[in-house]
């Protein structure tokens, strides 16, 4: 039962990245070498973020919400930002179209992190004698952020890599990415500072990482149209 349930869980933690890659256009492309490279740049933003989060932030006495320490988080947070822009215009790419492009490096980033933050506890825990449903919510949230690092990515080529935008769509592409960004900090938010339990917070995640999808979907369709 331990190695099922556990099976069940790493399956929708690391699936869907899976899934994601071999259903799109990515595969044919062969763009398994963009993923790699995001997947390692996103790995050396952990380890700054790691580095500032210890030098700048204090260990919280109890588990409540401090404005001042998150607002350094979401701050500090902005140097995934950095290096999603490193990934998307340094990084030497294959000949493959911005939409490729964006969507390889938002799956490497995504299965880094999923990586990074839930192998380990999901080894140690899952596989432990009574049945929790923790690590299935916390599958859960790899999806949400999934999808939400795909957004991310889509919004940072049109920043970045898309010169002719219209002007229009400018403020909202920024505005959309802002919340992206800081997307930890609210969620910490209603953890801390509302009291949200995990599954209510799961379920915002999720929700709202489809919104966000859609929006971005959107925006990146307007500015693929060719301006009149």
Known sequence: MTVFHFLNCAILTFGPHAVYYS???LSEYDTIGTSVKAALVYLGTA???????????????????DPYQESLKALIGFVDVAGLYFALTQLTHR????????????????FADSVL?????LWVGARGLEFTWEYILQG???????????????LGSLIWLRKNKPRTLV?????CAGILATMPSITSYLRHGLGWLMPKVIAFELLSSLAMAFVSWQLFSACQR???
């Open 95 to 110: 000949n493959i179209s911005q939409n490729h492009k964006f969507q390889a490096v938002g799956l490497g980033w995504a």
């Open 47 to 65: 380890l700054v973020k790691l580095i500032c989060l210890a030098t700048f932030l204090k260990l919280p006495e109890n588990d409540s919400f």
């Open 140 to 154: 859960l949230e790899a999806n949400a952020n999934l999808v939400l690092n795909l957004s991310l990515a889509a």
């Open 117 to 121: 933050h839930r192998l380990a506890p």
């Open 23 to 25: 259903a799109t256009p």
């Open 171 to 175: 403020p909202i592409i920024y505005a």
């Open 226 to 228: 060719p301006s009149a």
